[in-house]
């Protein structure tokens, strides 16, 4: 059974300094949802506060996991990953100095996940034949392209239900781009995963989306009912897509 995510009028921020203002967005179960939005705007904020991060000062925020909801507030983040939820979070965040078979067995920290690894870890291996060939590769001298692959494998590791990716283009030359959004969408349709994805790379992000949210200033400006949509709106061809 597919898992969905539901936020509905959060506000956060940090210390003084408000960054969400009444923010809802809903991921429906087997969609990939792109949240779309230049440097600065609060993708990584909306992020952080799914995955306990962060705790919003008002609003809710809850997930549904094979038919059974979860409210997210008061759960610690290792309890929110429990549930099924694995980030792969901006830049990357490996261990440069452990191999790539070691940050992949890092991504199964959890106990449930532990029992799977054997498994998971042959899965990655063949989702990503260059990481079986790389395994005792040093993670941080490999490409970026092959570094962004690693953490997509890390996450899978936990066997998500739901996969958050946030900012997979950074650092990456636009080939690359290219074949690491098209290696998620493969990801999700063979795992049955539900992706919500933060993007600054609008036409790369918009090629699998299956539905969009833009994000200015902490508020969402746009809401697409599907990628078409938000590629014909003029004011994203304009800003966004430079039509
Ligand atoms: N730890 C923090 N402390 C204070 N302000 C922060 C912190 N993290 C982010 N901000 C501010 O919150 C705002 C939104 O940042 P956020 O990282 O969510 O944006 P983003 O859309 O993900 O962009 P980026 O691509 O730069 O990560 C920015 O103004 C940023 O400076």
């Not at 799977?116 to 040093?138: G, H, I, S, T, V």
């Amino acid at each position: 059974m597919a898992s969905s995510i539901r936020i509905e009028g959060i506000d956060a921020g940090y210390g003084a300094v408000r960054v969400l203002e009444d923010v809802s967005l809903d991921v429906n179960p087997g969609e990939t949802v792109v949240l779309l939005g230049t440097n600065g705007n609060g993708k990584s904020t909306v992020i952080k506060c799914i995955m306990g991060l962060l705790r919003p000062t008002k609003g809710r925020i809850s997930v549904t996991i094979d038919g059974v909801t979860h409210d997210l507030g008061g759960l610690s983040t290792v309890e929110i990953v429990d549930l099924g939820i694995a980030l792969v979070p901006e830049g990357r965040r490996l261990f440069p100095r452990l191999s790539v078979e070691e940050n992949l067995l890092l991504g199964a920290f959890r106990p449930t996940a532990r029992s799977a690894m054997k498994d998971n870890l042959a899965f990655c291996y063949e989702a990503f034949p260059r990481l079986a060939e790389r395994r005792r590769q040093l993670a941080g001298s490999m490409s970026g392209g092959e570094q962004q692959m690693l953490a997509l494998g890390r996450a899978l590791m936990l066997a998500p239900k739901l996969l958050l990716v946030d900012e997979p283009s950074v650092g990456l030359a636009p080939v690359l781009v290219a074949r690491t959004i098209d290696k998620i969408q493969e990801l999700k349709e063979r795992w049955g995963l539900t992706v919500l994805m933060a993007e600054q790379n609008f036409t790369q992000a918009l090629r699998i989306a299956d539905r969009g949210y833009v994000i200015v200033h902490g508020h969402i400006a746009f809401e697409g009912r599907s990628a078409a949509e938000l590629a014909d709106n003029e004011l994203i061809r304009k800003f966004y897509l430079g039509m």
